[in-house]
């Protein structure tokens, strides 16, 4: 049996469905899914992304392909009653790319294909309207010259802006016939002078470029680009779908509309859609006319309003989800022309998720799973500080929430630059099309002076989660110049100038374009959003901590749910102005007395820290690393900071650049540091767990639980752990005498070389708790320094060597592999022990999930990304039950 | 049943044996084997080592142990005919310490215990020999005071040469009796005064304090080092033989030696002995007076002599080794005190090894087995080219053959320091003492003024493999002021002085010392050498490699019987004065032409380096690492080598500069290397692709087979190697096809980084070869820099946390685990995939054991150790054949 290519729909039958997504493409099962629904759709048929990938070996189509296709297009000229190609009663079609994938904008499309100097004398015979048929030839001659012909678009558009010009009209609908019809022949010369081969008019030449065209798109530069953001893999190919036309722009009974069943800004329950009267498809997401509420077609269309609000009902209980549905009226008659799954902003998300439990469409595990743990992060980002002074420049439409603040660029290449020197920009663009991805996504934030809320710029930065402004006509843009002017809403009257470089600060909510940095603030939880959380944490399995190292990240990491702190890091409270002197004689004094008089200095420091810390975490564990990097990072480098220190210390500056020199490292990661330096100084360990205990004990005399863990860094040796586990339990049995308290404590390590997870039952033996040091860990098992790494990991990503960065996901076929064995051989020796990880991929939810499969405890994470991980966990347990439900179904 | 501690022999029974040798230690266990043999030994006892660990439990002798003590020195009393304590008719002992494992000289003996102001007049009486009585206990008092007591020698000394001097003697032997009785008692109060506390005077007291002393002596400073050093561990205990006196100083038809079975320098079956007249056995040991050959005593003592050699030819076919005995002739009758395998250099070991062997006394493997292939490290030392001239400025006798070269210091604690900076030292001594060994360990050789064949220094330099010079007599210390001189040997007739610091050579196989550097070459290798090899050769399973990186290499390798190269270093050909140049343009350049237009220059130069050594290595493998190091380790960092190059290439200084600090690293390491190069460069491996296979291509045109493996290096992820693999087959094939030759070729990778282990399975499926880096492997698993390591690996060696260097040894529960991962998982995708390691660690026995163990083909390692790893992979197979033998007789 020869494999099927061509799936047909229309006429109230279709042979694909919803469930055929992988095959047909999300346009294509969408299209097959409706038609069953008896929603009324063109008739069409979709050739699969099978075809696509075997388009690929050869560049040729599979064998019987097109026969297959020429067949469904005989069908649908059975139920449209046209004939492709047919002078006097043409069939004309679109052909339309469609991923697995929802890729907006991404890939390519061609309308009403299938005209040529004849069959456009068919089209207008039967329209009656001449206008309508030049109309229609002209923008296929440019589209297809464009897209499947490769011809610039600037040729077509300026012959266009010159022919308005030449007729003194300022909008395109204004332009007759004959100037539309010139226009026609003038493109043809265009794409004969461009793409050196005359314009094809054998309709079925067409189709066949046009199918070929939509395949090769898949590999166009964007395509490429966007699934590398989206981590899309390259082997999924596309499908074309071939429909037969629509006209939006047959007249004011017609037009074209896209439309969201809900809020996909806020997620309210109400439609939130955008038309064009007498227009094609391509004007409303092209963001070049500004569209209409959907309300205007309500007053305007109210028969064909009243019939698509049904057929809106009707998808969004099918589908049990908001959906972005893209329609057309062709004389008063609606056709759906698109469903799926609608993008929204992260609290739309939330909030609709929340909401169809509540109407009881899905249930709450659903609701969960419905949520990607990263976009929180998007919920998660500041605001604008409303009780600051801030001064408004400008407001367009609030096209994706948030805030942001940078300074301004007028190019996506500028944009990138930027960021990579770790600058933060606002990307200002008159609009934004799909080859600014790469500048928009290293934006902050994205101000477009046209377009709408569904304009290019709008869709794309609600999926990045990223503040977008759209349609703020008050901005005028020199490109050239490099600068933006506001004309007028300036308090002294005049115009206002913003150069390149110059701060602003976007509110995305309210649409507001503001003069400077403003202050941002953290984001009040919604409701939902707290409701949602409740959820999560009734069914995850996996703790949630924090990595914090000051009161302050204590108390706001609290607040977003953390159950202990993972992490506190001492060496961070060595840095203040105030101690830093203490802690420089510390590493600079010759003999341990010397070194025991600076630590005494810094005693009653740290165990104030600590004093805070526990305090704000009362009752909850509180892992405490002791001293972990090496000594130098506290020493000054320059010559001038050295000179002062000199100065400070009385030593002569030659002889402190000579010790400084000494304690200098080749491979400071592998260095002296870690548990390395408690034992060459047990000193300096002695010092913190005396200010560690004695905090504690003296929170207990007022009466506040401290629970304490105490994690020895880089430990490569089960003695090592066990000498500096005897220090910690001499020192605080000590003071705990000395108190008379009783303090719960427990002594762990770091598991962050390679060697300690493979020695783990060896450690175990000593070791109360383990804790993943993931960065380190990740660090020595590629043998990857993460400060060097920026020189070949572009090369790596883009060869495709390493398509993630495994600082940012745990790599689990090799740091994961040697955390499992970490787990087992830990446990074997000790079952109950207790294991973490604390590394920045402890916040980032493939990682939380493979955290809860290996069976860890608990992950930490930064107190920003502590909401992330507690929805990860929970996605993690939910996946693990279905797929043993999936497993015990099996047997 | 409560434990036995105490064991007897003597009268010709025993209840000891040599195979209870852990328990009685080697002294009694040989004490025990020759009563049992009917050789003359003094009757005594052994009280084991068992009681020596109870003992340091609470500081005190177990339970019962001591009356087991006095009931067996009844039996002895019974034998001699003697009683303990009796002022009549004494019995005197000695007091030994005995350990599993010989530590000579480490612990302490007492002798004449029993002596008091009465015993010593018993003695007197029997012996009629006034002088002999109180020579015995002013020996015992010096001996009891120092070793029991803890009196500083230098007292008794002191007190000892002002008798001398007032008695107007120059020699012991000539103080009269009286002087003798008065040093008795000026010892006495030396002991009062410094240990404020009065000698013992009862003999049971004596011998209580002593049995204590000599198990205190197991921790004492000396003995700690030692066992350090030869991995000893501390668990074992001591055990203490106390044995009936036997005098060797009671005239001239007594005296004591040492006898080794056979020439412990050269092997030579020849009895090689020393015996002093009318001396004790400490007289020999301590090397203070110069003994004579054992011929004397043929001359002297013939009847006694006869006896002996009876004695010596049962022994050694009884032990079926050399043997290292002590004897005592007392009043013309021979006693033996001690028997063990005698300690010998490399060379003789081998040389008795093949002569037993033929003398069909042991088994080829037996052979093997004794041959410790790290021993051989020491015959493959450099010996002196006698082509070249030298200045011969002293002569003593050729204590442990070998050469060696370095500067003169004057104390074992300056050597150690020098040695720590990486100085080469030679330490010139009057004598040796066991708290040298620090010391001596760390020189190249070691030269002392006094002592003989078998005094400290030659004895412990033996062991240490260790070219040593004794009784060099020419030579005049002044300690104090660091230089010695040679008199009148200098051709211009007057005093030589040699200062701290100046270069002398040392000669060990003549006893020549000679001044300044004198070239150094290999030595020959012995006949009985290559039957050994041939016989390791013919039963080892793992293959032996070189790591070579030039022509020479390979050909001083192939010589030593290298089966191929296993790593060949490509970076090493570019820092050559003629190429550095080439190397830094490339490195340097902007562009990818710019770089091939360097690259193109140094091809042929690295063609002609790889027809060179695949010439040497005809037919055999050949594995070329592809470049590794970071490309800044080739550019210069002084200002002043930086200013020359911008003149050489035309660069200002500052672009230079700018460029050169772009390069460097903050953690080279783990930085841009390895094939991180390849990837980011891809031109300069197809450069070294290119040149390696016109090199065999044009070999082949000569008629001369290379055999290539190409290796990538720094391998972390499959498909980083996949691209290189594709690099390699492409430039690889083209080549081939221009010169219309086919060259055997592999391209494999190296496991140099813990991910790469993990992982294997995945590599393997394209890497036809592994080779395990363990240098790398080791840095990274344990996240340990070896050039930093320095700052804190002595506290962890001292404080016992890593009590084997990782970079000397593989740490086989880490970096060996992964090895073990690599090897399993990676032969689960290729059965048949060749394993190899190229790290230091190849060439070190432990390790080369562990390689065979979990199943590697080669192990590859400097060409100097090729005979270490053939003899160490013979040593792993028969040891895995005697446990899969010791298994199987289980079931």
Same mark, same amino acid.
């Given at each position: 049996?020869?494999?099927?290519?061509?799936?047909?729909?229309? =006429?109230?039958?279709?042979?694909?469905?919803?469930?055929?997504?992988?095959?047909?493409?999300?346009?294509?099962?969408?299209?097959?899914?409706?038609?069953?629904?008896?929603?009324?759709?063109?008739?069409?048929?979709?050739?699969?992304?099978?075809?696509?990938?075997?388009?690929?070996?050869?560049?040729?189509?599979?064998?019987?392909?097109?026969?297959?296709?020429?067949?469904?297009?005989?069908?649908?000229?059975?139920?449209?009653?046209?004939?492709?190609?047919?002078?006097?009663?043409?069939?004309?079609?679109?052909?339309?790319?469609?991923?697995?994938?929802?890729?907006?904008?991404?890939?390519?499309?061609?309308?009403?294909?299938?005209?040529?100097?004849?069959?456009?004398?068919?089209?207008?015979?039967?329209?009656?309207?001449?206008?309508?048929?030049?109309?229609?030839?002209?923008?296929?001659?440019?589209?297809?010259?464009?897209?499947?012909?490769?011809?610039?678009?600037?040729?077509?558009?300026?012959?266009?802006?010159?022919?308005?010009?030449?007729?003194?009209?300022?909008?395109?609908?204004?332009?007759?016939?004959?100037?539309?019809?010139?226009?026609?022949?003038?493109?043809?010369?265009?794409?004969?002078?461009?793409?050196?081969?005359?314009?094809?008019?054998?309709?079925?030449?067409?189709?066949?470029?046009?199918?070929?065209?939509?395949?090769?798109?898949?590999? =166009?530069?964007?395509?490429?680009?966007?699934?590398?953001?989206?981590?899309?893999?390259?082997?999924?190919?596309?499908?074309?779908?071939?429909?037969?036309?629509?006209?939006?722009?047959?007249?004011?009974?017609?037009?074209?509309?896209?439309?969201?069943?809900?809020?996909?800004?806020?997620?309210?329950?109400?439609?939130?859609?955008?038309?064009?009267?007498?227009?094609?498809?391509?004007?409303?997401?092209?963001?070049?006319?500004?569209?209409?509420?959907?309300?205007?077609?309500?007053?305007?269309?109210?028969?064909?309003?009243?019939?698509?609000?049904?057929?809106?009902?009707?998808?969004?209980?099918?589908?049990?989800?908001?959906?972005?549905?893209?329609?057309?009226?062709?004389?008063?008659?609606?056709?759906?022309?698109?469903?799926?799954?609608?993008?929204?902003?992260?609290?739309?998300?939330?909030?609709?998720?929340?909401?169809?439990?509540?109407?009881?469409?899905?249930?709450?595990?659903?609701?969960?799973?419905?949520?990607?743990?990263?976009?929180?992060?998007?919920?998660?980002?500041?605001?604008?500080?409303?009780?600051?002074?801030?001064?408004?420049?400008?407001?367009?439409?609030?096209?994706?929430?948030?805030?942001?603040?940078?300074?301004?660029?007028?190019?996506?290449?500028?944009?990138?630059?930027?960021?990579?020197?770790?600058?933060?920009?606002?990307?200002?663009?008159?609009?934004?099309?799909?080859?600014?991805?790469?500048?928009?996504?290293?934006?902050? =934030?994205?101000?477009?002076?046209?377009?709408?809320?569904?304009?290019?710029?709008?869709?794309?930065?609600?999926?990045?989660?990223?503040?977008?402004?759209?349609?703020?006509?008050?901005?005028?843009?020199?490109?050239?110049?490099?600068?933006?002017?506001?004309?007028?809403?300036?308090?002294?009257?005049?115009?206002?100038?913003?150069?390149? =470089?110059?701060?602003?600060?976007?509110?995305? #909510?309210?649409?507001?374009?503001?003069?400077?940095?403003?202050?941002?603030?953290?984001?009040?939880?919604?409701?939902?959003?707290?409701?949602?959380?409740?959820?999560?944490?009734?069914?995850?399995?996996?703790?949630?901590?924090?990595?914090?190292?000051?009161?302050?990240?204590?108390?706001?990491?609290?607040?977003?749910?953390?159950?202990?702190?993972?992490?506190?890091?001492?060496?961070?409270?060595?840095? #203040?102005?105030?101690?830093?002197?203490?802690?420089?004689?510390?590493?600079?004094?010759?003999?341990?007395?010397?070194?025991?008089?600076?630590?005494?200095?810094?005693?009653?420091?740290?165990?104030?820290?600590?004093?805070?810390?526990?305090?704000?975490?009362?009752?909850?564990?509180?892992?405490?690393?002791?001293?972990?990097?090496?000594?130098?990072?506290?020493?000054?480098?320059?010559?001038?900071?050295?000179?002062?220190?000199?100065?400070?210390?009385?030593?002569?500056?030659?002889?402190?650049?000579?010790?400084?020199?000494?304690?200098?490292?080749?491979?400071?990661?592998?260095?002296?540091?870690?548990?390395?330096?408690?034992?060459?100084?047990?000193?300096?360990?002695?010092?913190?767990?005396?200010?560690?205990?004695?905090?504690?004990?003296?929170?207990?005399?007022?009466?506040?639980?401290?629970?304490?863990?105490?994690?020895?860094?880089?430990?490569?040796?089960?003695?090592?752990?066990?000498?500096?586990?005897?220090?910690?339990?001499?020192?605080?049995?000590?003071?705990?005498?000395?108190?008379?308290?009783?303090?719960?404590?427990?002594?762990?390590?770091?598991?962050?070389?390679?060697?300690?997870?493979?020695?783990?039952?060896?450690?175990?033996?000593?070791?109360?708790?383990?804790?993943?040091?993931?960065?380190?860990?990740?660090?020595?098992?590629?043998?990857?320094?993460?400060?060097?790494?920026?020189?070949?990991?572009?090369?790596?990503?883009?060869?495709?060597?390493?398509?993630?960065?495994?600082?940012?996901?745990?790599?689990?076929?090799?740091?994961?592999?040697?955390?499992?064995?970490?787990?087992?051989?830990?446990?074997?020796?000790?079952?109950?022990?207790?294991?973490?990880?604390?590394?920045?991929?402890?916040?980032?939810?493939?990682?939380?999930?493979?955290?809860?499969?290996?069976?860890?405890?608990?992950? #930490?994470?930064?107190?920003?990304?502590?909401?992330?991980?507690?929805?990860?966990?929970?996605?993690?347990?939910?996946?693990?039950?279905?797929?043993?439900?999936?497993?015990?179904?099996?047997?």
């Amino acid at each position: 049996m020869t494999k099927k290519y061509v799936y047909s729909f229309g =006429g109230k039958k279709a042979e694909g469905s919803a469930a055929m997504r992988n095959l047909l493409g999300g346009k294509g099962a969408g299209l097959a899914e409706m038609t069953r629904l008896g929603i009324p759709v063109p008739p069409g048929f979709t050739i699969t992304t099978e075809a696509c990938l075997e388009y690929f070996k050869n560049k040729q189509f599979p064998k019987g392909m097109f026969n297959e296709a020429v067949a469904a297009l005989t069908r649908v000229e059975k139920i449209k009653k046209e004939k492709f190609g047919d002078p006097a009663n043409p069939l004309l079609v679109s052909v339309r790319s469609g991923s697995r994938a929802s890729m907006p904008g991404m890939m390519d499309t061609v309308l009403n294909l299938g005209l040529n100097d004849q069959t456009v004398l068919g089209m207008i015979k039967k329209s009656h309207n001449e206008q309508f048929g030049y109309d229609a030839y002209r923008r296929f001659v440019a589209m297809f010259g464009t897209i499947v012909m490769g011809v610039k678009r600037e040729h077509f558009d300026e012959a266009f802006t010159a022919a308005l010009h030449t007729h003194r009209v300022s909008l395109d609908a204004m332009l007759p016939a004959n100037a539309l019809k010139e226009l026609v022949a003038t493109f043809k010369k265009i794409v004969m002078k461009e793409a050196k081969r005359p314009f094809p008019d054998d309709p079925m030449e067409q189709l066949q470029m046009a199918i070929a065209a939509v395949f090769d798109s898949w590999f =166009g530069a964007r395509a490429v680009t966007y699934r590398r953001l989206n981590n899309i893999p390259d082997t999924w190919g596309t499908s074309v779908s071939v429909v037969a036309m629509i006209f939006g722009n047959r007249g004011d009974d017609s037009g074209t509309g896209v439309l969201f069943t809900r809020n996909p800004n806020t997620g309210e329950r109400r439609f939130f859609g955008e038309f064009l009267f007498n227009a094609q498809g391509e004007d409303v997401v092209a963001g070049i006319r500004t569209p209409l509420p959907i309300s205007a077609l309500e007053q305007k269309l109210p028969k064909a309003y009243k019939e698509l609000v049904s057929i809106f009902n009707t998808l969004e209980k099918h589908y049990k989800d908001m959906l972005d549905l893209e329609f057309t009226i062709e004389a008063g008659n609606p056709y759906l022309l698109q469903t799926r799954v609608g993008k929204r902003s992260a609290a739309a998300a939330v909030q609709i998720a929340v909401d169809l439990v509540k109407e009881k469409r899905i249930t709450k595990e659903e609701a969960i799973l419905r949520i990607s743990p990263a976009s929180l992060d998007h919920l998660l980002h500041p605001m604008i500080d409303s009780t600051e002074k801030i001064k408004v420049i400008a407001k367009g439409l609030p096209a994706s929430p948030g805030a942001a603040m940078g300074r301004v660029v007028f190019s996506a290449e500028d944009a990138e630059q930027k960021a990579a020197k770790k600058e933060k920009v606002v990307l200002v663009r008159a609009e934004t099309s799909p080859e600014d991805i790469g500048g928009m996504h290293a934006a902050q =934030g994205i101000v477009t002076s046209r377009g709408g809320m569904t304009s290019h710029a709008a869709v794309v930065a609600r999926g990045m989660g990223k503040c977008c402004i759209t349609a703020c006509g008050d901005i005028r843009i020199n490109e050239e110049e490099k600068f933006f002017t506001v004309g007028r809403n300036d308090t002294e009257g005049g115009e206002l100038m913003v150069r390149e =470089g110059d701060f602003i600060t976007l509110n995305g #909510s309210t649409g507001e374009v503001i003069l400077g940095e403003a202050k941002l603030v953290k984001p009040e939880m919604s409701e939902a959003f707290q409701t949602l959380m409740r959820w999560a944490d009734a069914v995850r399995r996996l703790r949630v901590r924090t990595n914090a190292d000051t009161p302050q990240d204590a108390k706001m990491a609290r607040k977003q749910g953390a159950e202990g702190i993972g992490l506190c890091r001492t060496e961070h409270m060595f840095f #203040s102005e105030e101690r830093i002197l203490a802690v420089r004689e510390m590493i600079l004094a010759h003999t341990v007395e010397e070194r025991k008089q600076a630590l005494a200095k810094l005693l009653p420091m740290q165990k104030n820290d600590f004093m805070a810390i526990f305090k704000e975490m009362e009752g909850l564990p509180v892992t405490v690393r002791l001293l972990d990097p090496p000594l130098h990072e506290f020493i000054p480098h320059t010559l001038d900071e050295i000179a002062v220190l000199a100065k400070e210390i009385d030593w002569p500056v030659d002889r402190l650049q000579s010790e400084i020199a000494a304690l200098s490292e080749v491979n400071p990661m592998l260095g002296h540091r870690g548990c390395r330096l408690g034992v060459t100084y047990p000193e300096i360990y002695e010092m913190q767990v005396q200010a560690i205990f004695e905090a504690a004990c003296e929170l207990k005399q007022q009466g506040v639980r401290a629970v304490v863990e105490i994690m020895i860094p880089l430990v490569a040796h089960q003695r090592e752990f066990a000498e500096m586990k005897a220090l910690t339990t001499r020192i605080g049995e000590e003071v705990m005498k000395r108190y008379k308290k009783k303090v719960a404590y427990m002594v762990g390590t770091m598991i962050e070389l390679p060697r300690a997870a493979l020695i783990a039952d060896e450690i175990a033996k000593e070791a109360a708790f383990f804790s993943f040091g993931t960065n380190d860990l990740t660090q020595m098992t590629f043998g990857l320094s993460r400060d060097d790494s920026a020189k070949f990991l572009p090369t790596y990503i883009k060869n495709n060597i390493l398509p993630e960065d495994p600082f940012v996901t745990i790599d689990q076929s090799g740091v994961g592999a040697l955390m499992q064995i970490g787990v087992e051989r830990g446990r074997k020796s000790r079952p109950e022990l207790k294991v973490g990880i604390c590394g920045e991929h402890g916040g980032e939810p493939a990682s939380v999930e493979f955290c809860h499969k290996i069976g860890l405890n608990y992950v #930490s994470c930064s107190p920003f990304r502590v909401p992330i991980a507690r929805l990860a966990a929970a996605h993690a347990y939910l996946k693990e039950k279905a797929e043993k439900g999936k497993k015990a179904g099996k047997k």
